[in-house]
């Protein structure tokens, strides 16, 4: 199941990665196209993109991190975490996109929701057994 979950969270990567290419080069995609026929689809599709990152990427790394002050930081989200600020900071540069705090804030938004979702699931014994494989 592990490597199920890694092979997931690669695949999501490279799409992520994929749909940044296509709107940074100014390329169209029905992709594009659904997310704007959608109110708020832009914020909903980064909330959407970053959290789902954020879930598979700690569920692939079985949950590492560190433990601060009762607080869990897991190193797959801290990865993503700054991935999503050097891209939205790189925006600044490309002549056909445009860095929008709000962007970032919808990112944030993703990430933590997957991050309030994992750590219910981590304490969960269902998910302790699945650790373990």
Same mark, same amino acid.
Not at 28 to 50: Q, R
């Given at each position: 199941?592990?490597? /199920?979950?890694? /092979?997931? *969270?690669?695949?999501?990567?490279?799409? &992520?990665? #994929?749909?940044? +290419?296509? $709107?940074?080069? %100014?390329?169209?995609?029905?992709?594009?196209?659904?997310?704007?026929?959608?109110? +708020?689809?832009?914020?909903?599709?980064? @909330?959407?993109?970053?959290?789902? !990152?954020?879930?598979?990427? @700690?569920? *692939?790394? =079985?949950?590492?991190? #560190?433990?601060?002050?009762?607080?869990?930081?897991?190193?797959? $989200? &801290? *990865?993503?975490?700054?991935? @999503? &600020? %050097?891209?939205?900071?790189? =925006?600044?540069?490309?002549?056909?996109?445009?860095?929008?705090?709000?962007?970032?804030?919808?990112?944030?938004?993703?990430? !933590?929701?997957? &991050? !309030? @979702?994992?750590?219910? !699931?981590?304490?969960?014994?269902?998910? =302790?057994? +699945?650790? =373990?494989?």
């Amino acid at each position: 199941m592990t490597n /199920l979950t890694r /092979l997931a *969270a690669l695949a999501f990567l490279l799409f &992520i990665v #994929w749909v940044i +290419y296509m $709107a940074n080069a %100014g390329h169209n995609s029905v992709f594009f196209d659904f997310v704007a026929a959608i109110p +708020y689809g832009d914020k909903l599709g980064h @909330v959407g993109l970053f959290g789902t !990152l954020t879930f598979l990427t @700690v569920l *692939a790394s =079985q949950f590492a991190g #560190w433990t601060l002050n009762n607080t869990r930081l897991y190193f797959a $989200a &801290i *990865a993503v975490t700054l991935f @999503v &600020i %050097g891209e939205e900071i790189s =925006q600044a540069f490309i002549p056909s996109r445009t860095f929008d705090v709000a962007d970032l804030s919808a990112d944030a938004v993703g990430i !933590l929701l997957a &991050i !309030l @979702v994992l750590r219910k !699931l981590e304490k969960t014994a269902g998910m =302790q057994t +699945y650790l =373990q494989r």
